[in-house]
């Protein structure tokens, strides 16, 4: 068994790919907090307790605009449904994770997601703590960055137009990092042609949940065929 400090710096080594994105995209979103009127106490609370990335973004517009709370509902639920669905597939590594489970899975984001979803840890007896502290690493880059554009937002001139691309910029990212990673690209080729399809035909405001209900379908078509052929 290693000494947790060894595993703190393997977790903090492995986080770095996130820190260099969330700090950037936290300022971003710390910014475009500020610009609308809200200072750093926000920024701070809703990425320590929200933590939900695009959908911070999109709640910056709920907020000034006044949303309802029945809107802000549909909205975050569509724009974070996706995290039902690969979120799956850590139930298997997370089932013995104990008095980590409930912060792992409230801190499973896209990115970490990437980061741990292979199983690969540096020990099988610190499994758990390794991937708590990837999860933690990562929350605490994202806060940083809301917090530290709040602050640039306060006493600096920015332009916050097109600022709402950086999220989408990170998803390329983390999807390539994948592509490169893995050999297997047929989920990744699933999830493009799936999405593509959807949002041909529903449209670019209602094709998520459906492309996510569609991959699923398929993966698990496509993981039983391999189990029998197996």
Request: with cysteine; proline share 3%.
């Amino acid at each position: 068994m290693q000494g947790k400090g060894r595993i703190v710096r393997q977790a903090f080594f492995k986080s770095l790919p996130v820190m260099a994105g969330y700090i950037v995209l936290g300022i971003g979103f710390g910014i475009l907090l500020r610009d609308a009127g809200y200072g750093v106490a926000w920024a701070f609370a809703m990425s320590a307790f929200i933590y939900a990335g695009s959908m911070q973004f999109v709640g910056v517009s709920l907020i000034a605009g006044g949303a309802s709370v029945l809107t802000t509902a549909l909205t975050t639920f569509m724009v974070n449904a996706r995290h039902l669905f690969y979120s799956i597939s850590m139930i298997a590594l997370y089932r013995d994770a104990g008095k980590y489970k409930p912060y792992m899975i409230f801190a499973l984001t896209d990115e970490t997601y990437s980061l741990v979803c292979d199983g690969k840890t540096p020990d099988a007896e610190t499994a758990e703590l390794y991937r708590f502290l990837v999860s933690l690493f990562d929350h605490a880059y994202w806060i940083a960055g809301s917090v530290i554009g709040s602050l640039l937002g306060a006493i600096l001139p920015f332009s916050t137009a097109g600022i709402e691309f950086s999220m989408t910029a990170l998803f390329v990212a983390a999807f390539t990092q994948q592509w490169l990673a893995s050999r297997d690209h047929l989920p990744a080729l699933t999830g493009l042609l799936c999405t593509l399809a959807c949002l041909l035909i529903f449209g670019r405001e209602r094709f998520l949940i459906p492309a996510m209900l569609l991959i699923t379908l398929v993966l698990t078509l496509l993981r039983g065929r391999k189990a029998v052929e197996t």
